[in-house]
Structures are given as structure tokens and as C-alpha cells.
């Protein structure tokens, strides 16, 4: 129905840099906001930034200034530039969006996770 797929996550020195992107695909009638978490080892999933439809974002203290989320509608497609990476940074990020659906036969109001992709930050 409704698949979001994460990418570019990778092993990066402090201060370097990593773009992730993620792709929505199924059956996709709008899309409401797309938002990316993370999860440390040991830690709670937190969240890093929200994007919704309309534009608006929301950044963690802890990134704002650093991370920039932005997307693509045509696409369905949302990104997550990491500038200036911390090791406490280290974690598996998760893309995830609140998605109407439709399939001909059902619609509604679905909350989707991707399978994550992990993000190393280490000398």
C-alpha cells in the first residue's frame, strides 16, 4: 500500500556531511508531513525534524542550525541535510510521514516508518 524507503546513510567523520533521502511510494493520495527520527543505541526514538505539506518545519534543539529537512511533493520525496555531524549524532534514522492513502477500494489516514538507514559519525 504505502512503502517509504530511506537512503544515503553512511559512516562520516565529525564535521562532515550526509544528505538522506527518502521516497514514498504505494498508494499515495496526499501526503501531510514526512518527519525523520533517530534511535541511538540505548536510547528512545527521538525526533529530528517534521516537514508538513504546507511548509512548515521543526528541527530538535539539538540539530537546529545543522540539519535542514526539505522535499520534493512531485516526488514524494523528502531529504535530510546533515551538516557540521556530531558523534552523538550516531544513529539509525528512520524517514516517517502521515499519508493518506487510496487504492480504489479504501482510503485513509495511515502513519508509515521506513526500514532506516544508519548514520555513524566516528574519527
Known amino acids: 500500500q504505502v512503502q517509504l524507503v530511506e537512503s544515503g546513510g553512511g559512516l562520516v567523520q565529525p564535521g562532515g556531511s550526509l544528505r538522506l533521502s527518502c521516497v514514498a511510494s504505494?498508494?499515495?493520495?496526499?501526503?501531510?508531513?514526512m518527519a525523520w527520527y533517530r534511535q541511538a543505541p540505548g536510547k528512545q526514538r527521538e525526533l529530528v525534524a517534521r516537514?508538513?505539506?504546507?511548509?512548515?518545519?521543526n528541527y530538535a534543539s539539538s540539530v537546529k542550525g545543522r540539519f535542514t529537512i526539505s522535499g520534493d511533493d512531485a516526488k514524494n520525496t523528502v531529504y535530510l541535510q546533515m551538516d557540521n555531524l556530531k558523534p552523538e549524532d550516531t544513529a539509525v534514522y528512520f524517514c516517517?510521514?502521515?499519508?493518506?492513502?487510496?487504492?480504489?477500494?479504501?482510503?485513509?489516514?495511515?502513519?508509515?516508518w521506513g526500514q532506516g538507514t544508519q548514520v555513524t559519525v566516528s574519527s
Open positions: 516517517h510521514g502521515d499519508i493518506y492513502y487510496s487504492d480504489g477500494q479504501d482510503s485513509g489516514l495511515i502513519s508509515a
Open positions: 504505494g498508494s499515495i493520495f496526499t501526503i501531510n508531513a
Open positions: 516537514r508538513r505539506s504546507v511548509g512548515e518545519t
